[in-house]
């Protein structure tokens, strides 16, 4: 298993027993030796929207989108970020952002 791996897994457990702020530490160590972690980029995404961080949940899921231009779950869980963000925030600049990454996800499954 590699450091990355045990990094992620550390996380993921400090997660899952209630310490989202220690699994965002954890988590951006991992980044810190390893920013093309994708998953970690996305788990970070998550936690900081949970933790109300919405800017910083944005710039992680944007990370994913850039590490997997392709992939069009990247885009959609993209979308559903800035939604929350939205939700969090009431800042409307959001919406058009989660419109377009949707538009992108679609565009790449061709629906």
């Known amino acids: ?25 954890k ?4 980044l810190a030796g390893n920013d093309t972690y994708a998953l970690a980029h996305s788990a970070l995404a998550v936690l900081y929207g949970k933790l109300n961080q919405h800017d910083k949940a944005v710039t992680s ?4 989108s850039e590490l997997a231009p392709e992939d069009s779950f990247s885009w959609t869980a993209l979308s559903v ?3 929350r963000a939205f939700a969090g925030t009431n ?14 996800s679609k565009s790449l499954t061709g629906h």
């Open 81 to 83: 970020i800035y939604q």
């Open 1 to 25: 298993m590699t450091a990355s791996t045990e990094l992620y897994n550390a996380a993921m457990k400090l997660k899952d027993s209630g310490q989202p702020e220690a699994a965002v530490e």
């Open 27 to 30: 988590l951006n160590e991992l």
């Open 91 to 104: 800042e409307h600049r959001y919406i058009q952002l989660a419109e377009d990454a949707m538009a992108k």
């Open 61 to 64: 899921a944007v990370r994913v």
